[in-house]
């Protein structure tokens, strides 16, 4: 819960919440509720915290679905910190956590077009691109298309023996 403040800069930063289903925090009471309510009580959601500062800049959370062995995930990281390679760093390790502790199969995801940053995460942790999804979901009113990575278990080992 200390880190309600930290949560509540990127929450309410509307480049943040731009491509994201839900809206730009205007409270802090809201960030209180949702760290509460939701991160605090949802297994597999994490903290990004940069060590150098003890501080709390961003979120990233893992979605087991294990009726097929497979993971998706979503990441926020505070736009001061952006493009400093923290997003990739956190992906990596839950893609490391899923394959090597959680025994999953395929972790997957995706990003809305116009999120190219997103995107590239996904490309620098070995994800493969699957294709593209025109005007899949209509998130805020607005339709998006929906541009599809994922990576498999047998992909990430293979990776893991070339390096
Ligand atoms: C997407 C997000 C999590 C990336 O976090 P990050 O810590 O900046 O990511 P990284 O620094 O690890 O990598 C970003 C990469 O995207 C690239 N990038 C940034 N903007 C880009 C753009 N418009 N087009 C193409 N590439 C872009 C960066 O250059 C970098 O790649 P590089 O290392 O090859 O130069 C961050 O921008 C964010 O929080 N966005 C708002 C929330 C969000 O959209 N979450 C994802 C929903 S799918």
Redesign the pocket.
Known sequence: MEDVQDVFL?ASDD??????TWPSHVDISQTEKVVKEIFMATPGIFAIELKSEGKCI?CIDLRICAEHDKGSF??????E???????????GLIIDLAFSKLGLNRIE????VG???????MQ?CGMRYEGKGLQEVKIKGIYHDVVHYAILREEWIASKQVK
Not at 15 to 20: E, G, W
Request: proline share 0%; no cysteine.
């Open positions: 990127y480049a943040v919440t731009k491509y994201l961003g979503g990441y926020t990281i505070n736009r910190y952006w493009n400093k390679g923290y997003a990739t760093e956190a992906l995801g995706m990003h809305y999120n190219e940053g997103s995107g590239r995460v620098k």
